[in-house]
């Protein structure tokens, strides 16, 4: 299955240039729309902190109100430990001087005493004289014998407004507990109410909340109701837990006006650390992210315009650029397929232009080359041709005179063995017929000369025999009397039964008799051969197959003797391998092959191959 990579390099240059610039601009494209998200989300970031830094801001400011209002308690205190009170007219008069010169925080102010219990207010509560202020105002506040005590913010149950209480010891100049002053801080009131509001308006961010640790609603910007619960109390309650500031983006799990549940509000929150108050400003996430959701978008957009004109402009660039490299390679292409006759037309200049004049010059320079190539492969074949034909001439005249040599070599032979068999053999016969005469003419009366008379007989008829074998070896009469098998027969009961080896003869596909130069060669290469088993092999048997295919004729000698290595014996000098080298050359004289397998200790197998449709 081909890879991608392999797909790739069947593509063209022009598509995978295409693709290098497509996949380049769009990494690129990648790149600028995330660094674009991180600046937006960096955006983010720094407007969560902002909504952050504005809530304790505000929370600041509420603080400092806070402890102003503490100091004013504890200055008040201060001058009634010091001047002391005579009667609650004084009381009175000198609470209604503080409220309107000293503690104008304070919605009203109250002495109690060490038991909590309340012996004058202004302006006047309702609540009797005696009485427990907390239980009255339905709060549970431990007063602390020094320091400020600061009860938890609740609803007035008077005037429904959201207000906290704040008390501070009274001590006698004998530093006995006298009692404390204490007084109420509205929280819904003016100076709140401009800290929630400038908050809102700085931010841009829809409203303020005052909340109480339970994550209900003291006061805020959008009218809520005293002691209702936020719209986010799961996250306020969290919040104040935590005890610190933090941003975050929270679902609406109570309807607002306008507002659904789930809906998403981007809350800063900061606890006071001067009363159990928390501040906390947001408004919908929608509203505010959707400068930044504009920037995004508006990111993407000119990123998209611009990459894409970019990326546009450099494929026209590129196809402007590959067009000539095209012809050049078209061009290039023809030139490979031996189209060396067209010139090339490239009329771009710079580094092209160079390229298809050197490419020109090429085209030339081969065409010239190819020219004289032709001119001297033309006269290379003629002599080639002339020479060739020499050689077959020289080839041809060495196997005539090679058939006309062993030709003189069998008539001589032939020649030969008709002296030898009328003249010395003659002469044996005459020889042997004189000393029968003689041993009928001494008779039994010389048994000495008889006796000689018989070895010489003897001798006599031992010459015959091998005169016999000498007239066979030169020309058998078998073979032109009976044939090849016969006269295989014949050599191998001759040359290989003295030496007792073993003979088998196979044959198949021979009915007739082959033409005489092929019995003749056959019969020669065969005589060579068992006579080299018989002097140098060590065998004990010899098989010759005789094989008439429809093509070629084979005969096929093997032995079992202990082989040699043909190769060695060709380059031991002159003089050895004379009789393989003359099996071969006869077997050439009738166009056949000569194959000789032998290996040390294997035996060997002699193989003649000779093509029929030459003898037919």
């Given at each position: 299955?081909?890879?991608?990579?392999?797909?790739?390099?069947?593509?063209?240059?022009?598509?995978?240039?295409?693709?290098?610039?497509?996949?380049?601009?769009?990494?690129?494209?990648?790149?600028?729309?995330?660094?674009?998200?991180?600046?937006?989300?960096?955006?983010?970031?720094?407007?969560?902190?902002?909504?952050?830094?504005?809530?304790?801001?505000?929370?600041?400011?509420?603080?400092?109100?806070?402890?102003?209002?503490?100091?004013?308690?504890?200055?008040?205190?201060?001058?009634?430990?010091?001047?002391?009170?005579?009667?609650?007219?004084?009381?009175?008069?000198?609470?209604?001087?503080?409220?309107?010169?000293?503690?104008?925080?304070?919605?009203?102010?109250?002495?109690?005493?060490?038991?909590?219990?309340?012996?004058?207010?202004?302006?006047?509560?309702?609540?009797?004289?005696?009485?427990?202020?907390?239980?009255?105002?339905?709060?549970?506040?431990?007063?602390?014998?020094?320091?400020?005590?600061?009860?938890?913010?609740?609803?007035?149950?008077?005037?429904?407004?959201?207000?906290?209480?704040?008390?501070?010891?009274?001590?006698?100049?004998?530093?006995?507990?006298?009692?404390?002053?204490?007084?109420?801080?509205?929280?819904?009131?003016?100076?709140?109410?401009?800290?929630?509001?400038?908050?809102?308006?700085?931010?841009?961010?829809?409203?303020?909340?005052?909340?109480?640790?339970?994550?209900?609603?003291?006061?805020?910007?959008?009218?809520?109701?005293?002691?209702?619960?936020?719209?986010?109390?799961?996250?306020?309650?969290?919040?104040?837990?935590?005890?610190?500031?933090?941003?975050?983006?929270?679902?609406?799990?109570?309807?607002?006006?306008?507002?659904?549940?789930?809906?998403?509000?981007?809350?800063?929150?900061?606890?006071?650390?001067?009363?159990?108050?928390?501040?906390?400003?947001?408004?919908?996430?929608?509203?505010?992210?959707?400068?930044?959701?504009?920037?995004?978008?508006?990111?993407?957009?000119?990123?998209?315009?611009?990459?894409?004109?970019?990326?546009?402009?450099?494929?026209?660039?590129?196809?402007?650029?590959?067009?000539?490299?095209?012809?050049?390679?078209?061009?290039?292409?023809?030139i490979a397929d031996g189209d060396l006759s067209t010139p090339l037309q490239v009329p771009e200049g710079g580094e092209i232009g160079a390229m298809a004049e050197a490419l020109e010059r090429m085209r030339l320079r081969l065409l010239e080359n190819i020219q004289e190539l032709a001119r001297w492969s033309e006269t290379l074949e003629i002599r080639v041709a002339e020479r060739t034909e020499a050689l077959r001439q020289q080839e041809a005249l060495t196997r005539q005179l090679l058939r006309r040599l062993l030709t003189a070599q069998e008539e001589e032979r032939a020649r030969l063995a008709r002296e030898l068999h009328d003249e010395a053999g003659q002469v044996l016969t005459a020889v042997r017929l004189g000393l029968d005469r003689l041993a009928k003419i001494l008779g039994e009366a010389n048994p000495w000369a008889q006796e000689q008379l018989q070895q010489t007989r003897e001798l006599v008829t031992q010459a015959m025999e091998d005169l016999r074998r000498v007239i066979s070896a030169l020309r058998p009469g078998v073979l032109d009397?009976?044939?090849?098998?016969?006269?295989?027969?014949?050599?191998?009961?001759?040359?290989?039964?003295?030496?007792?080896?073993?003979?088998?003869?196979?044959?198949?596909?021979?009915?007739?008799?082959?033409?005489?130069?092929?019995?003749?060669?056959?019969?020669?290469?065969?005589?060579?051969?068992?006579?080299?088993?018989?002097?140098?092999?060590?065998?004990?048997?010899?098989?010759?197959?005789?094989?008439?295919?429809?093509?070629?004729?084979?005969?096929?000698?093997?032995?079992?003797?202990?082989?040699?290595?043909?190769?060695?014996?060709?380059?031991?000098?002159?003089?050895?391998?004379?009789?393989?080298?003359?099996?071969?050359?006869?077997?050439?004289?009738?166009?056949?092959?000569?194959?000789?397998?032998?290996?040390?200790?294997?035996?060997?197998?002699?193989?003649?191959?000779?093509?029929?449709?030459?003898?037919?």
């Amino acid at each position: 299955m081909m890879g991608w990579g392999g797909l790739i390099q069947r593509l063209g240059l022009w598509p995978r240039l295409a693709l290098s610039l497509s996949l380049g601009f769009l990494a690129l494209f990648l790149v600028f729309s995330t660094l674009g998200e991180r600046a937006v989300q960096e955006s983010i970031a720094r407007l969560l902190e902002e909504r952050q830094l504005l809530a304790e801001m505000a929370a600041g400011e509420l603080e400092d109100l806070f402890v102003h209002a503490v100091e004013e308690l504890r200055q008040l205190s201060q001058e009634l430990s010091s001047q002391g009170i005579e009667n609650e007219a004084q009381l009175a008069a000198r609470f209604a001087m503080a409220h309107e010169q000293g503690a104008p925080e304070f919605t009203g102010l109250v002495l109690l005493d060490p038991d909590g219990r309340l012996q004058t207010a202004y302006p006047q509560e309702g609540f009797p004289t005696g009485s427990s202020l907390f239980k009255n105002l339905g709060i549970d506040l431990p007063l602390k014998a020094e320091g400020p005590s600061v009860s938890r913010p609740f609803c007035h149950p008077t005037s429904k407004a959201p207000v906290i209480f704040l008390a501070m010891p009274l001590e006698r100049l004998n530093g006995k507990r006298w009692g404390f002053v204490g007084g109420l801080i509205r929280l819904d009131g003016t100076r709140i109410q401009q800290v929630l509001q400038r908050s809102a308006r700085l931010g841009r961010i829809g409203h303020a909340l005052l909340l109480d640790p339970q994550g209900d609603v003291m006061a805020s910007t959008l009218q809520i109701p005293c002691g209702s619960p936020g719209e986010h109390a799961r996250f306020y309650r969290q919040a104040f837990a935590e005890g610190r500031a933090r941003v975050s983006i929270v679902p609406v799990e109570f309807g607002l006006p306008g507002e659904s549940p789930g809906h998403l509000h981007v809350m800063a929150f900061a606890p006071l650390h001067s009363a159990p108050l928390a501040i906390a400003i947001g408004g919908d996430l929608d509203t505010i992210s959707a400068p930044i959701n504009r920037l995004r978008w508006g990111l993407a957009l000119v990123g998209l315009l611009a990459l894409g004109g970019i990326w546009g402009a450099s494929l026209v660039g590129a196809r402007m650029l590959v067009r000539p490299v095209h012809r050049l390679t078209q061009a290039a292409q023809r030139i490979a397929d031996g189209d060396l006759s067209t010139p090339l037309q490239v009329p771009e200049g710079g580094e092209i232009g160079a390229m298809a004049e050197a490419l020109e010059r090429m085209r030339l320079r081969l065409l010239e080359n190819i020219q004289e190539l032709a001119r001297w492969s033309e006269t290379l074949e003629i002599r080639v041709a002339e020479r060739t034909e020499a050689l077959r001439q020289q080839e041809a005249l060495t196997r005539q005179l090679l058939r006309r040599l062993l030709t003189a070599q069998e008539e001589e032979r032939a020649r030969l063995a008709r002296e030898l068999h009328d003249e010395a053999g003659q002469v044996l016969t005459a020889v042997r017929l004189g000393l029968d005469r003689l041993a009928k003419i001494l008779g039994e009366a010389n048994p000495w000369a008889q006796e000689q008379l018989q070895q010489t007989r003897e001798l006599v008829t031992q010459a015959m025999e091998d005169l016999r074998r000498v007239i066979s070896a030169l020309r058998p009469g078998v073979l032109d009397q009976l044939g090849l098998i016969p006269a295989l027969r014949g050599v191998a009961e001759t040359l290989l039964g003295p030496q007792g080896i073993l003979l088998t003869l196979e044959t198949e596909g021979i009915t007739e008799r082959l033409p005489g130069e092929v019995e003749l060669i056959l019969f020669r290469i065969a005589q060579e051969a068992m006579h080299n088993v018989a002097r140098h092999s060590q065998a004990t048997h010899v098989w010759i197959r005789l094989t008439r295919g429809e093509k070629e004729l084979i005969m096929e000698i093997q032995d079992n003797g202990r082989g040699f290595d043909p190769m060695a014996v060709t380059a031991e000098g002159p003089g050895r391998g004379l009789g393989l080298a003359g099996m071969r050359e006869r077997a050439t004289l009738i166009g056949g092959q000569l194959e000789i397998h032998s290996r040390p200790g294997q035996g060997t197998t002699i193989r003649v191959r000779i093509p029929l449709h030459l003898h037919s």
